[in-house]
């Protein structure tokens, strides 16, 4: 088991950049594949990033690629979201998810994270 935990979202204005941590407790951090995703009203649940295991690669949504870098600290058992250049289209409720013995053809899809947080509200005002 791991439980997962979000800070750092809020209101920025077009343009502004926000961070987005996520603090993990558990079993050993660097055995969990991690990434985030969000969820727009109305709208299904949509990957944003997710980061191998030693945090030497990040892949990204289309949607987000040049704008947005995650990271993690497998030390301080912690991944982080840095968003620059928001724009009103990323608002959305943002979850940090950890993948433990699932398949890696599911590493960009809902399906391939086991556990997740309770979600930070970014909110992009134009």
């Known amino acids: 088991q791991v439980q997962l935990v979000e800070s750092g979202g809020g209101l920025v204005q077009a343009g502004g950049s926000l961070r987005l941590s996520c603090a993990a407790s558990?079993?050993?951090?660097?055995?969990?594949?991690m990434g985030w995703f969000r969820q727009a009203p109305g709208k299904e649940r949509e990957f944003v990033a997710r980061?191998?295991?030693?945090?030497?690669?990040?892949y990204y949504a289309d949607s987000v690629k040049g704008r947005f870098t995650i990271s993690r600290d497998n030390a301080k058992n912690t991944v982080y979201l840095q968003m620059r250049s928001l724009k009103p289209e990323d608002t959305a409720v943002y979850y940090c998810?950890?993948?433990?013995?699932?398949?890696?053809?599911?590493?960009?899809?809902?399906?391939?994270?086991?556990?997740w947080g309770q979600g930070t509200q970014v909110t992009v005002s134009s």
């Open positions: 558990g079993r050993t951090f660097s055995n969990y594949r």
């Open positions: 998810a950890a993948g433990f013995g699932m398949p890696t053809t599911q590493a960009m899809n809902v399906d391939g994270y086991n556990y």
């Open positions: 980061i191998s295991y030693s945090g030497g690669r990040g």
